[in-house]
């Protein structure tokens, strides 16, 4: 069963720009969207941006100065804009969320970010 579902997944050229978004879908309620990942063929999932406790953001290195996570409680939806993009940014992101009730972790299925000319 689905809990979170990503969009916003696509081909842009170097210099471009998306925008991810993160929806809590499904039959579990209090499932939270809070963070994006990403894994790129032949690596490891690795963080990209997270909204910590509090609602403090958190970025890779690799993200501070192009990314920008958000989050909108009442839609249940974290959107991850994504500017300058570099070829290296290609990869699967992976939208996590949490159920605030048992602190168990979902994870999305997963949108492919391509960037290239």
């Known amino acids: 069963q689905v809990h979170l579902a990503e969009s916003g997944g696509g081909l842009v050229l170097p210099g471009g720009s998306l925008r991810l978004s993160c929806a809590a879908v499904?039959?579990?309620?209090?499932?939270?969207?809070r963070g994006w990942y990403r894994q790129a063929p032949g690596k490891p999932r690795e963080l990209v941006a997270v909204?910590?406790?509090?609602?403090?953001?958190d970025y890779a290195d690799s993200a501070k100065g192009r990314f920008t996570i958000s989050r909108d409680t009442a839609k249940a939806t974290v959107d991850l804009q994504m500017n300058n993009l570099k070829p290296e940014d290609t990869a699967v992101y992976y939208c996590?969320?949490?159920?605030?009730?048992?602190?168990?972790?979902?994870w999305g299925q997963g949108t492919q970010v391509t960037v290239a000319s």
């Open positions: 996590k969320g949490a159920d605030v009730l048992s602190g168990d972790d979902y």
């Open positions: 909204i910590r406790t509090g609602g403090r953001p």
């Open positions: 499904g039959s579990i309620f209090s499932i939270e969207p």
